[in-house]
């Protein structure tokens, strides 16, 4: 109004100086409904941040009543509430279909300072499908993908159904984000991309495809833990299970966190088609942690064989050199449900070449705590021994003790797959208690 009034007084002043009154005439009225026609643009822009005023939208769908009455409550909110009834009317009628294309103003009434709008469709309204469109994703990842959005066409077919093609001119944005609020809590990563297709036949196809966002997944890796598996051996696993990943590389992060366990069953079954793996009787256990580089880690036990093989030096006892030593064992049932290991273990010194055997029978009391008894070629005696295995960055101990009393402790830690540090403890040496490294092949 403001604006109109600018115009009115300036086309006034300069009229005055014309000689045709006639002319004159004709120039304010031009200016006059030009300036209502920028007044009608402004109240479109004022749109879409203005707040207050009530309007209530009759006639129209949820959301799409929603997406109209941001529009029209921002148009009111502008309006002079001095203006008679019928210029508000009018204003309100005449904007509500400029702006909500493909409807209708059947009437508008005043209630205090609530306008109710009763709208009607005044275009044709097509015969709506929905098409989903899946993204490019490798097998078994794609399978996952469909199994989320199974249905989701059968949500979004009923949110539009009803309305016209034009709508989407104006409530298109709305549109994306109400179906984008049924895709998250299914597909959480996924943008969602609209097109609406015309076809021959009157219907329209309103095509919804999905692109993933930041973050994504840039790498799959994998650590296999095993004290019965030799740790030579792991490499040839873990670069398979890469492979096996592959198809989870470029995935949003938050969609594969939803599919933790489908990752690990996916590992689970790359791992149980390994040789390495049938043959030990290997059962995996595969645990994953989703990130940008997602980490999968792997506790691969054998139910058949063990087996380890080492070097170590000391530090701290001059009685003590380096040594070599091999593990082998067996793992039985003597009893139904009582799982046992028959093992060897041959233990060389690397300064005088002499050889211990040892020969022993052991069980696990808890998870990988393992007590037992073995029989030692040097000192010609029995050794009780309880071991506390482990893997890579964890702590372990053993504890020895003999029919003599003499006992053997020692406290390590797995710096990582190959190498251990440990404090030990042997009674049957002058020095006591040292430091030794070992190298786990």
């Known amino acids: 109004m403001e604006m109109m009034n600018r115009e009115f007084i300036s086309d006034s002043g300069r009229c005055s100086k014309l000689s045709s009154r006639r002319v004159c005439a004709r120039r304010v009225a031009v200016a006059r409904a030009a300036a209502t026609l920028r007044a009608l643009a402004a109240l479109v822009v004022l749109a879409a941040g203005a707040a207050g005023a009530a309007v209530r939208i009759e006639g129209l769908d949820g959301w ?6 941001r529009s029209m409550t921002a148009v009111y909110d502008h309006i002079p509430r001095t203006e008679p009834p019928a210029v508000k009317e009018e204003l309100m009628r005449v904007v509500a279909e400029r702006l909500l294309l493909g409807y209708s103003v059947e009437s508008v009434v005043f209630a205090g300072d ?17 098409a989903i469109a899946l993204p ?27 309305a016209p093609l034009e709508m989407l001119s104006w409530g298109d944005l709305d549109l994306k984000r109400e179906i984008e609020k049924l895709s998250e809590r299914r597909i959480p990563g996924w943008r969602t991309l609209l097109l609406a297709q015309a076809k021959a036949d009157g219907g329209v196809v309103l ?39 592959a198809p989870a590389i470029g ?16 590992g689970r079954s790359v791992l149980k088609d390994e040789e390495l793996v049938q043959i030990a009787k290997a059962d995996p256990v595969v645990a994953v942690e989703a990130g940008v580089v997602s980490g999968v880690n792997v506790e691969l036990e054998s139910r058949r064989y063990s087996a380890s093989l080492w070097m170590s030096v000391y530090a701290g006892a001059e009685e003590r050199y380096p040594e070599a030593g091999i593990h082998l064992g067996r793992r039985i049932q003597l009893l139904p449900r009582w ?11 690397l300064d005088d070449w002499e050889l211990e055997n040892r020969f022993g029978l052991r069980w ?23 071991d506390f295995e482990s893997w890579a960055r964890r702590p372990y101990a053993w504890v020895r003790y003999s029919e003599d009393h003499d006992m053997g402790v020692a406290l ?30």
Do not use: C
Request: hydrophobic content about 45%; aromatic content about 10%; overall charge negative.
């Open 364 to 386: 696990p009391v808890w998870r990988n705590i393992w007590a037992g008894g073995e029989w030692s070629t040097v000192d010609d005696i029995w050794w009780g021994r309880l």
């Open 251 to 266: 995935v949003p992060v938050p969609w594969l966190e939803l599919h933790k366990d489908d990752l690990a069953v996916l």
């Open 136 to 162: 490019n994703l490798s097998p078994p990842v794609d399978a996952w993908f469909a199994s989320d959005i199974a249905g989701l066409s059968a949500e979004i077919l009923p949110m539009i159904q009803n």
């Open 412 to 441: 390590g830690y797995h710096i990582n797959d190959y190498i251990s540090v440990e404090l030990n403890y042997d009674s049957r040496y002058e020095d006591e208690v040292n430091v030794r490294a070992l190298l786990n092949l």
């Open 114 to 130: 609530e306008a109710v709008l009763i709208m009607k469709v005044s275009s044709p309204v097509p015969e709506w499908r929905v």
């Open 207 to 245: 095509n919804v495809s999905f692109a993933p966002e930041q973050p994504l997944t840039l790498a799959v890796t994998s650590k296999i833990n095993s004290a019965s598996i030799p740790a030579v051996l792991h490499s040839s696993l873990r670069d398979n299970l890469m492979k096996g990943f």
């Open 64 to 69: 799409l009543s929603e997406s109209a009455r």
């Open 339 to 349: 799982d046992m290991e028959m093992y060897w273990e041959a233990i060389l010194r």
